[in-house]
T-cell receptor, first 111, second 112 residues
Framework: GNSVTQMEGPVTLSEEAFLTINCTYT??????LFWYVQYPGEGLQLLLK?????DKGSNKGFEATYRKETTSFHLEKGSVQVSDSAVYFC??????????FGTGTSLTVIP | DGGITQSPKYLFRKEGQNVTLSCEQN?????MYWYRQDPGQGLRLIYY???????QKGDIAEGYSVSREKKESFPLTVTSAQKNPTAFYLC???????????FGQGTRLTVV
């Protein structure tokens, strides 16, 4: 079946550090892949997406590349800010239009 | 502005009472979803609907019910049969063609 596995948290980084949150998926065919961000007490917001192999999604300094060969979609940012502190979810959608979410990775950035 | 609206933001319920959470979207999306989120955990699918007058159970449908009488509305009822209803509930919609979901701001339900 379809599933998403993402890096366990919590992750704590100093401001301006490099961020990587790992995400791997299991799915047949070619799902669309997403990263969502959730701030405390709020809903999920789409951060970036990729719909086919080798696509790179990017937004607000965050990037992730759809790697079919390694079934991965790792989230990266070169220099994190305090305002990036949030919970990050990796997700996929496939045939049948059901979404599959990872368990979320909590990021705290300290000044 | 297009979007998805959940109300209320906070809801308190006495044990044994049913309560209905509202979810409305003006994005003209066909698909709508309800998720439950518990502290420090991911999202669990309760129900989803691909078209009006049709919906399917998700992973944790017991103790919940939904209706989809209009394209823009997908209310969720938490019944007294739900053993542990205190949680954060998220509604989402998508255009149903393998694209992203848009989420509401959530409703935090507390049983008192």
């Amino acid at each position: 079946g379809n599933s998403v596995t993402q890096m366990e948290g919590p992750v704590t980084l100093s401001e301006e550090a490099f961020l990587t949150i790992n995400c791997t998926y299991t799915a047949t065919g070619y799902p669309s892949l997403f990263w969502y961000v959730q701030y405390p007490g709020e809903g999920l917001q789409l951060l970036l997406k990729a719909t086919k192999a080798d696509d790179k999604g990017s937004n607000k300094g965050f990037e992730a590349t759809y790697r079919k060969e390694t079934t991965s979609f790792h989230l990266e940012k070169g220099s994190v800010q305090v305002s990036d502190s949030a919970v990050y979810f990796c997700a996929l959608i496939h045939a049948g239009n059901q979404f599959y979410f990872g368990t979320g990775t909590s990021l705290t950035v300290i000044p | 502005d297009g979007g998805i609206t959940q109300s209320p933001k906070y809801l308190f319920r006495k044990e044994g009472q049913n309560v209905t959470l509202s979810c409305e979207q003006n994005l003209n999306h066909d698909a709508m979803y309800w998720y439950r989120q518990d502290p420090g955990q991911g999202l669990r699918l309760i129900y989803y609907s691909q078209i009006v007058n049709d919906f399917q159970k998700g992973d944790i449908a017991e103790g919940y019910s939904v209706s989809r009488e209009k394209k823009e509305s997908f209310p969720l009822t938490v019944t007294s049969a739900q053993k542990n209803p205190t949680a954060f509930y998220l509604c989402a919609s998508s255009n149903g063609v393998r694209t992203e979901a848009f989420f509401g701001q959530g409703t935090r339900l507390t049983v008192v």
